[in-house]
């Protein structure tokens, strides 16, 4: 896993120039690469009719092909050499930033995302190959001519250093005026260092929440990432209602499904890092929205989760669990209560249990995955002191006897540990006070 960090640096004055140099030379790459295109005419339906005849219609889209063997890139490399006032490695990384350009706009132009004009470069900015970068303690080198080198300070880094610049450590840095990006490798995140064997999580429209007797009850957040679509879902239908079924209103329909999966996949992606660094194992329900909607009225709610994307990308150690009369049985001693009926709170009619619905729900898949019968024995001995500190529950309310159950609203057990996330920034830990 590549992950790309950013600081800023003071030798803007000194790496100006540079910059600006760079842009020149690699817009005019760009403009020799587009003048060897040549367009392919092929036709993009067979055998589709219009509605008001039954002639087949031929309709074709018009494909580019553009150089880009080993002999041109080298032709294009030496012919902008020469009279290049800086070291020639930039040459380089400017050939292949170019191509990598074109390569970007060609896959837009075939999604019909870009037209056929030449991509121009306006921003400043530099990729710094590992020839022309020496990392030297909490300073990076980089080399602007032969013998004539700009040092960039790294100290006030949030993050750490690999020790060396290799494909499998420090990547090829982007500078810009005032930036610089630093691609880290670094290897698939494991479970946090006393993590326990496994944890149960239970799929909620707004959180996900797990259990394991070590560790307790553990909430994420997924509050943004509903928020995503539920955001999108209301541009989609403004979109709709002004422009219908034009051209323009089909291409920003597309704009915004586009960015909405990529902003989606996003949050996804934080919330699977926690589900892999809770545990060692992992259990989900093996959820299925199609099950779930069958005989009943649309939900756009539920049509808003993505419970299947975020265990797929939590990795193989994601195990499922039936789902079936979690959140209604009594994690306790067994008993369904059939008229839950969207409560928050579970009461069990039978044992006195009065629990979080979402906590009660998890303990039970927990039980369900470990083979554990219910027993208020073992619930009272193996799960009670985990979701209690010292005689008295996360809310403040107190335990006035061993074997005495949390009894009004105000005195069910609250989370302790929450994970939340800003969507844009790393993924932090706060505990609950």
Not at 262 to 274: D, G, L, T
Not at 344 to 370: H, M, P, S, W
Not at 380 to 407: H, I, M, T
Request: net charge positive; hydrophobic share 35%; charged share 30%.
């Amino acid at each position: 896993m590549i992950r790309t960090r950013s600081l800023p640096h003071d030798q803007g004055e000194r790496l100006l120039p540079l910059l600006q140099s760079y842009r020149d030379v690699l817009n005019v790459m760009l403009s020799d690469i587009w003048k060897t295109i040549k367009w392919e005419r092929v036709q993009a339906r067979k055998g589709w009719r219009n509605a008001r005849s039954s002639v087949p219609m031929k309709q074709f889209r018009v494909i580019p092909h553009y150089k880009k063997d080993r002999e041109f890139r080298k032709e294009l490399r030496d012919r902008h050499l020469e009279g290049w006032g800086y070291a020639a490695h930039w040459m380089d990384s400017a050939e292949k930033n170019a191509f990598a350009i074109m390569m970007s706009w060609k896959k837009n132009y075939d999604k019909g995302e870009r037209g056929r004009t030449c991509p121009i470069v306006k921003r400043l900015f530099a990729r710094v190959k590992q020839t022309l970068s020496k990392l030297e303690g909490d300073r990076l080198r980089i080399t602007v001519r032969p013998n004539e080198y700009v040092w960039l300070d790294l100290s006030k880094r949030y993050f750490e250093l690999p020790e060396v610049m290799s494909p499998f450590g420090l990547g090829e840095p982007t500078i810009t005026p005032d930036m610089i990006h630093l691609p880290i490798f670094s290897p698939d995140e494991g479970p946090l260092r006393g993590a326990p064997e496994m944890m149960a999580w239970d799929s909620n429209f707004d959180s996900f929440d797990g259990f394991s007797p070590k560790t307790g009850w553990v909430k994420i957040d997924t509050r943004p990432l509903f928020s995503v679509h539920d955001n999108t879902s209301t541009k989609l239908g403004s979109i709709k209602s002004r422009f219908g079924r034009s051209i323009r209103g089909k291409r920003l329909l597309r704009k915004y499904r586009h960015r909405e999966a990529n902003r989606a996949k996003k949050h996804q992606i934080e919330i699977a890092r926690v589900l892999k660094s809770s545990s060692k194992r992992i259990v989900v329900e093996a959820l299925k929205k199609r099950n779930m909607l069958r005989g009943r009225s649309f939900n756009y709610r539920l049509a808003y989760t993505d419970w299947r994307g975020i265990a797929t990308l939590a990795g193989e150690r994601v195990e499922e669990a039936p789902p079936q009369w979690t959140s209604k049985t009594c994690s306790r001693c067994g008993w369904v209560n059939r008229d839950l009926n969207g409560a928050r709170v579970f009461e069990c009619k039978r044992c006195g249990l009065r629990i979080d619905r979402q906590l009660n729900a998890c303990i039970g898949i927990y039980e369900r995955t470990e083979g554990v019968p219910h027993d208020k024995k073992w619930w009272d001995r193996n799960v009670l002191p985990s979701l209690a500190v010292g005689g008295y529950f996360q809310s403040g309310a107190e335990s006035k006897a061993a074997d005495e159950l949390v009894r009004s609203l105000h005195e069910t057990v609250m989370p302790q540990v929450r994970f939340a996330y800003d969507g844009y920034a790393d993924m932090y830990l706060r505990m609950c006070t």
